[in-house]
């Protein structure tokens, strides 16, 4: 049997108020923009999260168990949920209770904290391991970092941490002649299994859905499902992960992708050799076929797959230095509010916002930017940076 394992990325980051100046500093100390993630949280649980957990929700019922999905929930995203659409909520422990779907860890504010510092990598996890728990009844065994940033080292300290199956991108730079479509074993590692995104059969859905000039399109049910069908006997898992927010944000109503989704389960299934599993089902149904090797870091974005969507150029090496390098005064001062407010100027899409690759993913870069410029987000995010830094100062001499 082929398992087909389905996982969606949730988050929403807590955006930063572009009104805020250099004037501000030293009198204003909130930095949030309260009504804009207040907005952008409830329009997107009206056009993706509330609509596309009901079809999933109607999908287990109706397979009667045969349909398995996994999600990652961000911490960012969880608290916004419950400030500001906790029905969003409702409908997830709903869907946590078919026993068809399974939660899978990550950093609790969706930071680079594995690239900076691995004691705040660590207590990120361990937070957001807990708050799942919490919330859907079940510890998490299964890890995937920020936008599957991944390497041996992550892998080792993963399964330190006692998860078995860790998520990854499937880029060609690791896997040259191979394919993502069978479980590895991360190299140095011992226990933990590796599953790999089928990039191509993921960013069809992802990205290419609605994109008429694409030769595919219109993509069918019927293209899509055949496509699947095409791995049998050359491959033992086919890993579609993929942001929640493609249906129904990414990719509108209009455009057909809640049928598209409603209509594929059945379309797949129609294949008697195909069936879905969550991550931690199909890496205890199959045994590694190989050793993979990740020295340098990878991550499921851009064509490059690296992490130059997030450090690189000047402004965002400076920012996100600046960030790590208050990880001690923060520790030390005993405020839970500061540290709460520090750790989300660690969430990566600040440091996205500051990417300067405006041509071979620049489109993609500009829809998820609500800047004008990278240089705009970077003058903002200091601005707010430098405050709460002259703000710790004080507080820790007190």
């Given at each position: 049997?082929?398992?087909?394992?389905?996982y969606f990325q949730v988050?929403?980051?807590?955006?930063?108020?572009?009104?805020?100046?250099?004037?501000?500093?030293?009198?204003?100390?909130?930095?949030?923009?309260?009504?804009?993630?207040?907005?952008?949280?409830?329009?997107?649980?009206?056009?993706?999260?509330?609509?596309?957990?009901?079809?999933?929700?109607?999908?287990?019922?109706?397979?009667?168990?045969?349909?398995?999905?996994?999600?990652?929930?961000?911490?960012?995203?969880?608290?916004?949920?419950?400030?500001?659409?906790?029905?969003?909520?409702?409908?997830?422990?709903?869907?946590?209770?078919?026993?068809?779907?399974?939660?899978?860890?990550?950093?609790?504010?969706?930071?680079?904290?594995?690239?900076?510092?691995?004691?705040?990598?660590?207590?990120?996890?361990?937070?957001?391991?807990?708050?799942?728990?919490?919330?859907?009844?079940?510890?998490?065994?299964?890890?995937?970092?920020?936008?599957?940033?991944?390497?041996?080292?992550?892998?080792?300290?993963?399964?330190?941490?006692?998860?078995?199956?860790?998520?990854?991108?499937?880029?060609?730079?690791?896997?040259?002649?191979?394919?993502?479509?069978?479980?590895?074993?991360?190299?140095?590692?011992?226990?933990?299994?590796?599953?790999?995104?089928?990039?191509?059969?993921?960013?069809?859905?992802?990205?290419?859905?609605?994109?008429?000039?694409?030769?595919?399109?219109?993509?069918?049910?019927?293209?899509?499902?055949?496509?699947?069908?095409?791995?049998?006997?050359?491959?033992?898992?086919?890993?579609?992960?993929?942001?929640?927010?493609?249906?129904?944000?990414?990719?509108?109503?209009?455009?057909?992708?809640?049928?598209?989704?409603?209509?594929?389960?059945?379309?797949?299934?129609?294949?008697?050799?195909?069936?879905?599993?969550?991550?931690?089902?199909?890496?205890?149904?199959?045994?590694?076929?190989?050793?993979?090797?990740?020295?340098?870091?990878?991550?499921?974005?851009?064509?490059?797959?690296?992490?130059?969507?997030?450090?690189?150029?000047?402004?965002?090496?400076?920012?996100?230095?600046?960030?790590?390098?208050?990880?001690?005064?923060?520790?030390?001062?005993?405020?839970?509010?500061?540290?709460?407010?520090?750790?989300?100027?660690?969430?990566?899409?600040?440091?996205?916002?500051?990417?300067?690759?405006?041509?071979?993913?620049?489109?993609?870069?500009?829809?998820?930017?609500?800047?004008?410029?990278p240089h705009q987000a970077?003058?903002?995010?200091?601005?707010?940076?430098?405050?709460?830094?002259?703000?710790?100062?004080?507080?820790?001499?007190?």
């Amino acid at each position: 049997m082929i398992s087909v394992c389905f996982y969606f990325q949730v988050h929403q980051p807590m955006r930063l108020d572009q009104r805020y100046t250099f004037f501000d500093m030293g009198r204003k100390h909130h930095y949030r923009d309260d009504r804009a993630n207040a907005e952008i949280l409830r329009k997107v649980a009206h056009k993706c999260y509330l609509p596309a957990n009901r079809l999933m929700l109607d999908l287990i019922r109706e397979f009667q168990g045969d349909f398995r999905i996994s999600y990652s929930i961000t911490g960012v995203a969880l608290e916004q949920f419950q400030e500001f659409c906790p029905e969003v909520l409702d409908t997830f422990r709903a869907l946590a209770d078919t026993g068809c779907v399974e939660f899978i860890a990550e950093t609790y504010y969706h930071s680079l904290s594995f690239l900076f510092s691995r004691e705040e990598f660590k207590r990120q996890v361990r937070k957001h391991h807990d708050v799942m728990t919490e919330l859907f009844g079940r510890a998490p065994t299964a890890f995937r970092n920020t936008e599957l940033i991944y390497n041996n080292e992550l892998a080792k300290e993963v399964e330190r941490m006692g998860y078995k199956t860790i998520l990854t991108e499937g880029a060609d730079q690791v896997l040259g002649w191979r394919t993502p479509n069978f479980v590895y074993q991360p190299a140095g590692c011992e226990k933990i299994k590796a599953l790999l995104k089928n990039y191509r059969l993921s960013d069809d859905v992802a990205f290419r859905f609605s994109d008429r000039n694409w030769a595919e399109w219109p993509l069918t049910t019927e293209k899509y499902a055949r496509w699947v069908h095409d791995v049998a006997g050359s491959g033992e898992v086919i890993n579609l992960f993929m942001d929640y927010e493609t249906i129904g944000e990414h990719q509108w109503a209009d455009t057909g992708i809640f049928d598209f989704f409603r209509s594929l389960p059945r379309a797949i299934l129609a294949h008697r050799d195909f069936q879905f599993r969550t991550p931690t089902e199909t890496t205890a149904n199959l045994d590694p076929v190989a050793q993979l090797d990740v020295p340098h870091f990878t991550s499921w974005a851009d064509l490059e797959r690296d992490v130059t969507a997030w450090l690189g150029n000047p402004m965002q090496d400076q920012a996100a230095e600046l960030a790590y390098a208050l990880e001690d005064a923060v520790q030390g001062c005993g405020d839970d509010e500061m540290e709460a407010t520090w750790r989300e100027m660690l969430t990566s899409d600040h440091f996205y916002y500051m990417c300067t690759k405006w041509f071979s993913d620049g489109d993609v870069h500009k829809y998820f930017n609500p800047y004008e410029t990278p240089h705009q987000a970077f003058i903002v995010y200091m601005n707010a940076l430098n405050d709460f830094a002259l703000e710790l100062k004080t507080k820790t001499h007190q």
